[in-house]
């Protein structure tokens, strides 16, 4: 962490992303950070935890929170998830609030978590390249009737359409002062964190609903070995039934899940990857206080 020396012109803050399951949080934050930190696929709540990104320059430093979308939760694990996005806003000195153009707003559960008056809210209105300007009107006086916006901006996290207007927006609301992390950092996650999540992410892109919400990764191994990296994971599935549909026949399915990963981690890691996968099954880990504990999720 860097000391305050009084810098004057330098401004820094904490900028909270946040809306519903597939909103495009996720594919917002990599935009604006300019590298793939959390992980993304076409299902829901494919974000668990809090990831931030930092964005340096010489003359400011942000650092996102992407959090798992806004639901009423149903178990342990994604109450843990809420106390995410609650952090998330209690640190913030910005909350860009992400709406799809296309769905329909506002959601009971996420405007309960937006503080008032207390922290300026920018509204980044996704997707707007898929529709009218009629439409996004219509979207931006629904929610402007729920929630008090500082500003609203019609983007395309996935084409980077209007976000440096979205960065200027946000540094508008920032006060001067010196970057609370190094500046050479992208983000405060460690590489074994970034391999779990890559895992996680195929898995998501393999399977069907059921399946993928009901696993999590964890590292047993990971381990340098100068030219190449050795990494035993291990994949937790709540019903036993699960465990040889992931594995599949004559191991295809595991196989297919580390060939994507592995390709995804050496990208990552700048260097050859040995990966090792098991499944085991943890019936309930997501009421569970102790797997959600190990997990990263207390």
């Given amino acids: 962490m860097i000391e305050d020396q009084g810098y004057s012109g330098h401004k820094s803050g904490f900028v909270a992303i946040i809306g519903k399951p597939n909103a495009g949080k996720s594919t917002l934050m990599n ?4 590298e793939k930190l959390a992980i993304i696929t076409p299902k ?3 974000t668990r935890h809090r990831i931030m ?3 340096n320059t010489e003359a400011y430093q942000m650092v996102f929170s992407d959090t798992p979308g806004v639901i009423r939760p149903k178990y342990q694990l994604q109450e843990n998830m809420m106390k995410f996005v609650g952090s998330a806003i209690s640190d913030a000195d910005v909350i860009v609030l992400v709406a799809d153009v296309k769905e329909q707003f506002p959601e009971e559960d996420l405007l309960k978590m937006i503080p008032g008056k ?8 996704n997707k ?14 629904e929610i402007s009737k729920q929630v008090l916006l500082k500003k609203t901006i019609s983007i395309s996290a996935l084409h980077k359409n209007n976000l440096d207007v979205l960065i200027d927006s946000i540094l508008e609301n920032l006060e001067d002062g010196p970057p609370y992390y190094d500046k050479d950092m992208i983000t405060d996650r460690p590489e074994r964190f970034f ?32 030219k190449r990296v050795h990494i035993e994971a291990e994949i937790h599935t709540e019903r036993k039934n699960h465990k ?7 191991g295809k399915s595991i196989k297919e899940i580390g060939t ?39």
């Fill in 118 to 125: 207390k922290i300026p809210v920018i509204l980044a209105m």
């Fill in 244 to 250: 040889g549909m992931l594995i599949g026949k004559q």
């Fill in 128 to 141: 707007a390249d898929t529709a009218t300007e009629v439409e996004i009107a219509k979207r931006i006086e």
């Fill in 31 to 34: 935009a604006l950070v300019g």
């Fill in 53 to 55: 990104g930092i964005l």
């Fill in 195 to 226: 391999v779990t999540e890559i895992i996680r992410e195929k898995i998501f892109l393999q399977f069907d609903e059921e399946i993928p919400y009901g696993t999590e990764v964890s590292i047993l191994e990971f381990r340098d070995e100068g």
């Fill in 260 to 298: 994507a990963a592995r390709k995804d981690i050496e990208f990552l890691l700048d260097k050859p990857v040995f990966l090792n996968l098991y499944v085991r099954v943890a019936e309930n880990w997501k009421d569970s206080g102790r797997y959600l504990k190990g997990f990263g999720y207390s």
């Fill in 44 to 46: 829901a709540q494919t």
